[in-house]
């Protein structure tokens, strides 16, 4: 174990991992102004949107989860179809948001997010890190003050996530240490239900597949 790794665990307080999450973003209305521009985007922003279908699953904050959508993969189809529909009509080519993915890695307390990465191919280059990797640090990044970092020994894996402009700030230190097996078969399933999910959303667009920004 090496010296960082050993300072981090002294300094932390340790939560076991639990489980994976993935959500799905879900935005109401269908904004086709210009976004640079305040008056549109903020002052007089009912002008300027539409509604966007809802799907009927449950939408917490804006999100539904993958758990929720396994089996109801229509419904996650139907709003996406009606973004395609709205973008084309309206000419929009940016609509990223709409379809915004969040995964979370979480423990009994504590949680830990990857706030810029927002589809599945980043996810996917996260799980993709564990494979056949020896390296101490299995995967790392940082990104606008967001930082973490995976060690591994040859039981555990370590997730250390922190403030890379402020290290100093205990408030943001989040740890979480996982099994290596358990974490590796939570992971496995994840990632077979998510590319399930998203394998169905391009076999069965009506509209432009090419659109749909996840990849498997």
Known sequence: ???????????????????FEI??????????????????YEKNRSNFVEPLYQPNLTIDDGYCSLKDVIGNENELLKYYEDVLIKSKKYDVESIGVYFWMNLFIISDN?????????????????????????????????????????????????FYQYDFD????????VLIISNKNEFIDKMHYIKEDAEEIISYMLKNFETKSDLFPHQV
């Open 110 to 158: 504590r949680v830990i997010g990857f706030p810029w990465y927002d589809f599945y191919q980043e996810f996917k280059a996260v799980f993709d890190s564990f494979s056949e990797n020896d390296n101490e640090i299995v995967f790392e990044d940082v990104e606008e003050g967001w930082a973490i970092r995976v060690f591994q020994d040859d039981t555990k894996y370590y």
């Open 166 to 173: 402020n290290p100093d700030d205990q408030e943001s230190w």
């Open 23 to 40: 959500y799905f973003k879900i935005e109401k209305e269908f904004f086709f102004g210009d976004g640079n521009d305040p008056d549109q």
């Open 1 to 19: 174990m090496n010296e960082e790794l050993n300072t981090i665990i002294k300094n932390n307080k340790k939560s076991s991992f639990n489980k």
